[in-house]
């Protein structure tokens, strides 16, 4: 396995190649959702690199960056059992030289990027186009693969790349769960054991809410009862929506494409997901 720490060696390292290479950009804490990536990209390209970078740009003042598990030694061991050659592990110094402060960044397409988890993460989409963009400058993968758990992240980073012409495909992966229903998240670690057993209610509460979703539901209604059992559980809820998969502005009835969003609080930790209706 070679590892990559800096930007002469990875280029020299990409000079070599011959034939496609795919970009996994992870932030670390590997769990089967991201290894799924990482077989998916195999399949799609002749070499796969995975980057390990926990980007503080997308984080904001009172988030969990310094809490964020760092796993370097585990992660590159699972990435060596499951056959990735290539890592590359920058740092900070590497991805923001002068620091983080009056740089030049890259902002999303407003109507993605502040809704949603943008709306209560103020500068967050920010902070994954501006690291993204450095890491696609730095790599040239001719496909990115990013999961969809984080689908809002999917398809403002899709619209950045049409909007900015880069030359590289994004290629979605499906959204990974665990045995009870919990989408894989490197954030999981963070739940206690109680709030484990808790956690998979609210994947329940989408999947619930997706296949009420039939012609004539009434979706404000299906929102507000979904709302009220997270809160009975125990969660925070930050927002519990049903949005168009691609334009993501709110639907009141049920659509081809539309998805189920929710993210919430338990405990310390924040969790996401998201849900089709079934068609």
């Not at 061991?77 to 991805?95: S, V």
Request: glycine share 8%; with cysteine.
């Amino acid at each position: 396995m070679a590892i990559l720490k800096d930007i002469a060696s990875l280029r020299q390292w990409r000079q070599s190649l011959h034939g496609t290479l795919a970009l996994v950009p992870t932030m670390g804490n590997l769990h089967d959702g991201h290894l799924a990536l990482v077989k998916l990209a195999a399949t799609r390209a002749e070499q796969v690199l995975v980057s390990i970078y926990v980007n503080p740009l997308q984080f904001g003042p009172r988030e969990d960056f310094a809490k964020y598990p760092r796993t370097l030694d585990r992660d590159l061991q699972r990435l060596h059992e499951a056959g990735c050659q290539t890592i590359f592990t920058p740092d900070d110094g590497l991805m923001y030289p002068r620091g983080r402060q009056d740089i030049s960044v890259v902002m999303p397409q407003p109507s993605l990027g502040e809704v949603l988890c943008g709306a209560s993460r103020p500068g967050h989409f920010t902070g994954v186009c501006t690291v993204l963009n450095k890491l696609l400058h730095m790599v040239s993968p001719e496909i990115l693969i990013l999961g969809e758990k984080d689908y809002q992240q999917l398809r403002i980073v899709q619209q950045m790349v049409a909007d900015l012409n880069l030359n590289v495909q994004v290629l979605p992966g499906p959204l990974q769960r665990e045995a009870d229903g919990l989408a894989y998240s490197s954030r999981n670690t963070l739940l206690s054991l109680a709030e484990r057993q808790v956690a998979p209610l609210l994947a329940a509460t989408l999947f619930d809410l997706a296949r009420r979703s039939t012609s004539g539901a009434d979706v404000p209604g299906l929102a507000a009862a979904g709302w009220k059992k997270l809160e009975q559980a125990g969660f925070l809820p930050d927002y519990l929506e049903l949005r168009d998969g691609q334009s993501l502005r709110t639907v009141t009835a049920p659509q081809p494409d539309a998805r189920w969003f929710a993210a919430a609080r338990l405990g310390q930790t924040r969790l996401i997901d998201n849900v089709t209706i079934p068609q």
